[in-house]
């Protein structure tokens, strides 16, 4: 069973930067893909960002500039930097990995508040 287990998070002022870090354990497999999905209350869970075991990334268009995604192969582990942060990133942030043919697996999900 594939566990994502993910740490940051929290309570930052408008203008400031939190950092997210997720690792995987239980897989035999390197996941092919990990990222970023985020939820805010009342909208539909969107991609934050994504990266491939090559490093191609996929990146949402407002967080461009601002977000950067990084992994590490070896240890299935994922970054997420986030900088000038707005209230409109406001949302519950879950870790996502797909190991190809296999499955997608999700983290339980970390609050970022962004106050103005």
């Known amino acids: 069973q594939v566990h994502l287990v993910e740490s940051g998070g929290g309570l930052v002022q408008a203008g400031g930067s939190l950092r997210l870090s997720c690792a995987a354990s239980?897989?035999?497999?390197?996941?092919?893909?990990m990222g970023w999905y985020r939820q805010a209350p009342g909208k539909q869970r969107e991609l934050v960002a994504t990266?491939?075991?090559?490093?191609?990334?996929t990146i949402l268009h407002s967080v461009k500039g601002r977000f950067t995604i990084s992994r590490d192969n070896a240890e299935n582990a994922v970054t997420l930097q986030m900088n000038s942060l707005k209230p409109e990133d406001t949302a519950v942030y879950y870790c996502?990995?797909?190991?190809?043919?296999?499955?997608?697996?999700w983290g339980q999900g970390t609050q970022v508040t962004v106050s103005s």
């Open positions: 239980g897989s035999p497999f390197r996941l092919n893909v």
């Open positions: 996502y990995g797909k190991v190809t043919t296999v499955g997608d697996y």
């Open positions: 990266i491939t075991t090559s490093g191609g990334t």
